[in-house]
T-cell receptor, first 114, second 114 residues
């Protein structure tokens, strides 16, 4: 089975711009979660989507949004970029709703905001 | 709130030796899952091992084993016969079994010395 894929892998933007990141989960997985990883804050949970619905949300401002499509692919959007948004954005997918499902991560998108 | 604590920011181990990475967690839930992930410098989070809160036996996956002490709320990762390729960041994570949100520790940087 192919793993989780994320595009693009690297991105450079300037303050004030917006960005859209994409994540394709493992085939058959219906849950997609997004995380932001920075040296100062570590791994922080952004949100989780399951069957096109946001099921959990972390403590991030409304500039961070996401969606999930019927094929379980997910996109994350950040509007009005700030310097502090520079981070590694990780996407993870898991299988069924409920139960101790393992999350499998993609390679991440490294975003640099100048 | 769930909290994962990894008290060792950095660890060194001689090649072929065993090493233990510490992880303690705080939760009032009775049912949860504990995970360890490895993150090489490339950034991808690689799933290593899982332990359910009701599992009576410690989990093992090849050279990885999880020393689970439920009463102490600890879930230490033991890597036997360390290899140079084990040099990476290691993250402990917990997942409540109601919902799919993962909580991560701050990580331990492991360096394997030849």
């Amino acid at each position: 089975k192919a793993g989780v894929t994320q595009t693009p892998r690297y991105l450079i933007k300037t303050r004030g711009q917006q960005v859209t990141l994409s994540c394709s989960p493992i085939s058959g997985h219906r849950s997609v979660s997004w995380y932001q990883q920075t040296p100062g804050q570590g791994l922080q949970f952004l949100f989780e989507y399951f069957s096109e619905t946001q099921r959990n949300k972390g403590n991030f401002p409304g500039r961070f949004s996401g969606r999930q499509f019927s094929n379980s692919r997910s996109e994350m959007n950040v509007s009005t970029l700030e310097l502090g948004d520079s981070a590694l954005y990780l996407c993870a997918s898991s299988g069924l709703a409920g139960g101790p499902e393992t999350q499998y991560f993609g390679p991440g998108t490294r975003l640099l905001v100048l | 709130a769930q909290k994962i604590t990894q008290t060792q920011p950095g660890m060194f181990v001689q090649e072929k030796e065993a090493v233990t990475l510490d992880c303690t967690y705080d939760t009032s839930d009775q049912s949860y899952g504990l995970f360890w992930y490895k993150q090489p410098s490339s950034g991808e989070m690689i799933f290593l091992i899982y332990q359910g809160s009701y599992d009576e036996q410690n989990a093992t996956e090849g050279r990885y084993s999880l020393n689970f002490q439920k009463a102490r709320k600890s879930a230490n990762l033991v890597i036997s016969a360390s290899q140079l390729g084990d040099s990476a960041m290691y993250f402990c994570a917990m997942r409540k079994n109601t919902g799919n949100q993962f909580y991560f520790g701050t990580g331990t940087s492991l360096t394997v010395i030849p």
